[in-house]
């Protein structure tokens, strides 16, 4: 029981340090043993909302945060295209990247998922767009957010939004810099020419 009651306490704490900065939140289901559940009879294994209409529903109001985590130890879900889109990249193009330059504030999963926050509203490039495991998330769209649990670890910041001050970057720079990092399985990445598009775009 004391366990339960930090863990919902940590995440309640994150959620609205989130929402009072303007992200909006949405209480994602819990959590229980390898799989998340959001009430009696859930069908749905993997993440997801807990609520209906969440779209419309996610929230910057504090105490909305209070009522949703006031029972329960609900995932901390961020809805995106509103204050942000998410760029979500597998780790053999966000972690060089990130280790390149300050990208603005990057989240990590457990699974090797790179998730890139920056200014909404901007298609993913070409380049981008035609890679299968890049996701670009807008409107309709949410992401899991630290410290939010999964069967196999936690969700991370590799950049706090407090180092970027809660800023967000522009698309285009993080965009460029993630295109220098796409190569064919089994090359290696090329940081010289992610540096030169740093130093052009910055």
């Known amino acids: 029981m004391h366990v339960d009651l930090w863990l919902r306490s940590a995440l309640r704490r994150a959620a609205i340090r989130y929402a009072n900065r303007g992200w909006p939140v949405l209480p994602g289901a819990s ?91 901007q298609a993913l490039r070409p380049e981008l767009a035609r890679q299968l495991d890049v996701v670009l998330h807008g ?16 969700i991370r910041w590799h950049t706090s939004p407090t180092v970027t001050a809660w800023q967000l970057p522009d698309p285009y720079v993080v965009q460029k810099v993630l295109v220098c990092y796409l190569r064919p399985v089994g090359r290696e990445p090329t940081p010289a020419g992610a540096a030169r598009a740093i130093r052009r775009v910055a």
Do not use: K
């Open 31 to 121: 959590l229980i043993g390898d799989r998340y559940v959001c009430g009696p009879l859930c069908p749905t294994v993997g993440c997801h909302p807990a609520i209906e209409n969440w779209e419309r529903r996610a929230s910057v109001d504090g105490a909305d945060v209070d009522t949703w985590w006031a029972e329960s130890t609900f995932s901390v879900l961020l809805a995106t295209g509103r204050a942000f889109d998410v760029i979500e990249v597998p780790a053999r193009i966000g972690r060089p990247a990130a280790a390149e330059a300050l990208l603005g504030p990057v989240a990590v999963a457990p699974t090797g998922r790179w998730m890139f926050l920056v200014e909404p509203g």
């Open 139 to 154: 409107s309709g769209s949410w992401i899991p957010a630290p410290p939010t649990r999964t069967p196999i670890g936690r």
